[in-house]
């Protein structure tokens, strides 16, 4: 039988509001010491009572207005009932009746043409406590609560179940990130559990359309694990059910070391949590007013930000593509296009100039270094690399030497014109000077001259480097290929 794979994916993205959802601690809890962000509220002390976070409100609608979503016009918060030691109050403060958005779409590129995931809500709640497992050496282990991240503002975006694989969910995930790192709302960091995933994935025979029990899978802690979790529970329910095995509704947990997926949990169903309004808080109406005002106020988004790379700047798609893929690196872009520098260069001159370097040489250094462009900003501004651009441009330095200055400007934090006059790595323009070196070469290799003149035109490369090294990479290359040429011919 021929199996179709059904994802959908739910994500969890932390708020990046100054306090938390229900109270006013401090927000900011990472790097912090155990503990210290707590109050009665998020505490789940008895008698307290909650007060929303109009900040968190905003933050969802402005993600559900980019997701394409309905607005509801009223929304209401509920509880969600069920015991785990994270838990403070023995029960989560959620949305489910009544989310913020609803009926949206996500557009992701899937096999070279543009495929829209559903959205069905997105919803806010609270985020859980943290638990931290340690060991002894005599075998014993025992968890450690902190309460610190009990109340962010968390926002929930589950999509419907329109994946089709491992590698649309990726894109999925990542093209979410970008939207919520565009509006602001979020860093979208998985490695610090800013952004979580929880995937739910089952099959669904081709020939009748009902699918198999689906599958909770969790502990994805990165979009390489998504990927390869998803991969590998697509392959595992394949083989159980054209084995014909029993394949059950669960919880599986993503072991990243062994690469597999492992039984946890039978899986709840939404009457499993016992849902009910929350007494404390009252409903909220979202008038069309406020909302009319967010929407006003949305910045540019990933896709428009694309369009107007290709359009206006007149980018390839493929550039334009990576580039919007970070807002940071986008930004980075635009602030190069500005440069007063590059002022004789038209628009498409100067965006396909920073492209060149942006994709180029630039994120070779940021994967070099293991940092991203806003590491790099730091000691290497886009007016700054604008300066090296125009300097490679006039001949003042050749593109070898350019990459070497680069890499100078982002150790030192020295500009470009100190570099190059610390280093003495001014461009050799003097034929005369080029000619001697030429001279050397000649002298020094002949047998790949000998083999240049049987007809080996590859050889020439060889000599060509060798006048480069011999001038330490300050020969105009074009210059010395020039001259080279004319004096194995004799001229």
């Known amino acids: 039988m021929d199996y179709e794979t059904i994802i959908g994916l739910e994500i969890h993205a932390q708020l990046l509001t100054k306090s938390k959802m229900f109270c006013r601690c401090n927000a900011d809890y990472a790097n912090t010491e155990p503990n210290t962000h707590v109050c009665p509220v998020c505490l789940g002390m008895p008698g307290v009572l909650p007060v929303i976070n109009k900040q968190a409100i905003k933050y969802t609608i402005m993600t559900a207005l980019a997701l394409n979503c309905t607005i509801s016009p009223q929304t209401s918060f509920d509880r969600k009932n069920y015991p785990y030691p994270d838990l403070m109050k023995g029960y989560q403060i959620s949305q489910y009746s009544a989310p913020i958005g609803h009926n949206g779409k996500l557009s992701i590129d899937s096999n070279g043409s543009t495929k829209n995931i559903g959205i069905t809500r997105v919803h806010l709640e609270e ?3 943290k638990l931290l497992h ?17 109340g962010i503002p968390l926002m929930e975006i589950v999509s419907e179940p329109d994946i089709r694989s491992a590698d649309e969910a990726r894109k999925y995930m990542m093209e979410l990130r970008n939207i919520l790192r565009y509006l602001g709302v979020s860093t979208g960091n998985m490695e610090e559990g800013s952004f979580r995933c929880d995937a739910n994935i089952s099959l669904r025979p081709k020939n009748n359309g009902k699918s198999l029990p689906k599958v909770e899978v969790k502990n994805m802690n990165s979009f390489k694990a998504v990927y390869r979790a998803l991969e ?11 084995e014909g095995k029993r394949l059950i509704q669960e919880t599986r947990g993503w072991l990243e070391d062994k690469g597999r997926t492992i039984s946890q949990r039978s899986k709840e169903y939404a009457h499993d949590y016992r849902y009910f309004p929350e007494p404390d808080l009252p409903p909220l109406i979202l008038v069309k007013e406020w909302i009319n005002e967010i929407k006003a106020d949305l910045p540019e988004l990933p896709d428009a930000r694309r369009n107007r790379f290709t359009y206006k700047f007149g980018l390839p798609i493929y550039d334009a ?8 690196m986008a930004d980075y872009e635009e602030s190069f296009i500005k440069a007063e520098v590059l002022s004789d260069l038209s628009l498409n001159e100067k965006a396909k100039l920073g492209s060149n ?3 180029g040489e630039v994120s070779h250094l940021i994967n070099a270094y293991d940092i991203d462009i806003t590491d790099f900003k730091k000691t290497v501004s886009p007016e700054q690399l604008a300066e090296l651009c125009i300097l490679n441009k006039k001949n003042t330095i050749n593109m070898a030497t350019a990459k070497k200055v680069l890499e100078e400007m982002y150790k030192t934090g020295k500009n470009a014109h100190n570099i ?6 001014n461009q050799i323009m003097d034929s005369g000077l080029i000619q001697s070196e030429i001279i050397k070469v000649i002298q020094n290799n002949e047998s790949a001259i000998n ?3 049987t007809g080996k035109e590859q050889v020439l490369k060889f000599l060509i480097g060798q006048v480069m090294k011999a001038t330490k990479g300050r020969a105009d290359p074009k210059l010395a290929s020039e001259l080279l040429k004319k004096k194995l011919k004799g001229d």
Do not use: M
């Open 451 to 453: 083999e240049y003149k």
């Open 420 to 425: 190059i006059e610390e280093q003495g790595l």
């Open 321 to 328: 593509k990576l580039l919007t893929s970070s807002k940071e």
């Open 357 to 359: 370097w942006i994709l």
């Open 134 to 150: 340690r060991h002894t050496s005599k075998n014993e282990s025992y968890s450690l609560v902190d309460v610190n991240r009990s």
């Open 127 to 129: 985020d859980v406590a």
């Open 232 to 242: 590998y529970e697509a392959i595992r329910q394949r083989k159980a059910a054209v």
